[in-house]
């Protein structure tokens, strides 16, 4: 069923998007999915099949989304404009936590590994994306 719910997305994103975007994405989603599985097999010794592995970047990606939709949604009121702080720590805390989750479902490893796991992705994909940045943008 959550494939369903991906091919949807990305069909929407596809019309939505330029073709060198879409093809940009797709190529940083199936990188992250191979060092996603790679990572997972040093840091936990568990060896996800590529299914799995996107499987739990979807999951993680997902989780981020709702715990943005529901920051969004409690900031909305008239006296909130923005947010540091403590309160700024704690969201970003949040965040890393439902990316985390994310991997440990996906995935089956315990939260140290899953959070080892979601770090790595995060640096190897920030990369790839700063350095191609003026390739699809």
């Given at each position: 069923m959550h494939y369903l719910l991906f091919i949807?997305?990305?069909?929407?994103?596809?019309f939505m998007a330029p073709l060198k975007l879409t093809i940009?994405?797709?190529?940083?989603?199936l990188f992250v999915t191979v060092v996603v599985k790679i990572s997972a097999q040093v840091?936990?010794?568990?060896?996800?099949?590529?299914?799995?592995s996107f499987k739990s970047v979807f999951y993680a990606s997902l989780l981020v989304a709702l715990a943005?939709?529901?920051?969004?949604?409690?900031?909305?009121?008239?006296?909130?404009?923005?947010?540091?702080?403590?309160?700024a720590i704690a969201v970003?805390?949040?965040?890393?936590?439902?990316?985390?989750?994310?991997?440990?479902?996906?995935i089956g490893t315990s939260f140290g590994a899953s959070a080892v796991v979601a770090l790595?992705?995060?640096?190897?994909?920030?990369?790839i994306l700063w350095s191609?940045?003026?390739l699809a943008f």
């Open positions: 949807g997305a990305f069909i929407f994103f596809a940009a994405v797709c190529a940083l989603v840091v936990s010794g568990v060896s996800p099949t590529l299914g799995e943005m939709l529901a920051f969004v949604s409690f900031s909305s009121g008239p006296a909130v404009h923005h947010v540091d702080g403590l309160p970003m805390v949040g965040l890393f936590v439902a990316y985390t989750l994310g991997f440990q479902i996906g790595i992705s995060t640096l190897l994909s920030g990369a191609v940045k003026g």
